[in-house]
């Protein structure tokens, strides 16, 4: 009886050797230590993980560029078919060359005006107008539009005049530019300017009106009021909504340019529709119309990368 516990507390050191040697075989060594590490089982290590993101980043990047080749491939479809369709209509002889000329005489006329300087002339007069004139109605805009959807009083009282003015066509405006400032350069740069202006004006003071008040009360406990609160507090609350009305007043910049140059203009896209009218070049006159289709897509295109290069910067 006296022997049985020397010999059970005997085999409990023999036991916890056993383990020991089994937990330093499990553990990997650490390299020069003679230690072992502690094993982490089913757990990736940091380096593992930083790899996997970096390979993630290189193929959804790779992915992302690929997609947008196709999406512009795509897109290429349709402008294709209609040439095509053109080119088939011209052939034939569905209408006469006066009605609608082939495209390589449009790209005669472009050629044409190319030797001459005169599409550069037109073109640079064109966009200087859309954009000094988008300028304007977009600082006006957004001051109007901010003082509307943020204080009650200022919709009550502005509000519904301004949503009349709204509905009034830009050709209505022409008469009334002429009269006020002339045939310069004023009344065109003020039409454009008031196409550009309606749909930034809207856009603001109706996301303005529908931020969330709490956020306006936080910035104003913090100090800002004004326009330290309309910077830094609801306008990026609004930001998306106010960057699509920014796209929208630049196509709406762009339609009210014809109306502009109709003014007495003698240099523009504008002026180049309303002389081939009336000298029967109607191949001018479809080049003008496809290069105000290009600049307005073109115009919306660096829009498109400077909304997302400035996306991606805040994130």
Sequence with gaps: MTGEPASGAAALPAVERDAAAVDKRAAPEVPGSGASAPVTAGRPSEQTVDAGNAVAHRISSRWGWAGRVRS??????????????????????????????????????????????????????????????????VGAALALGAAIGLSPVVRRLFAPTVEALRTVPSLAWVPLLLLWLGIGEEPKIVLVAIGAFFPVYTTTASALS??????????????????????????????????????LGLANAWLFLVAAELIASSKGLGFLLIDSQNTGRTDIMLLAIVLLALLGKLSDVLFAAAERGLAARRA
């Design 210 to 247: 529908h931020v969330d008040p709490h956020l306006l009360e936080v910035g104003r406990a913090y100090g800002r009021t004004g326009i330290r609160l309309l910077g830094t507090i609801a306008l990026p609350a609004v930001a998306p909504t106010l960057v699509n009305g920014l796209r």
């Design 72 to 137: 512009g491939l795509v897109a290429l479809l349709v402008p294709l078919a209609l040439l095509g369709l053109w080119q088939w209509i011209t052939a034939a002889g569905l209408y006469s060359p006066s009605q609608l000329p082939p495209p390589a005489e449009v790209v005669a006329a472009l050629g044409d005006l190319l030797r001459h300087g005169e599409l550069w002339t037109n073109v640079g007069v064109s966009v200087r107008r859309v954009v000094t004139g988008y300028v304007c109605g």
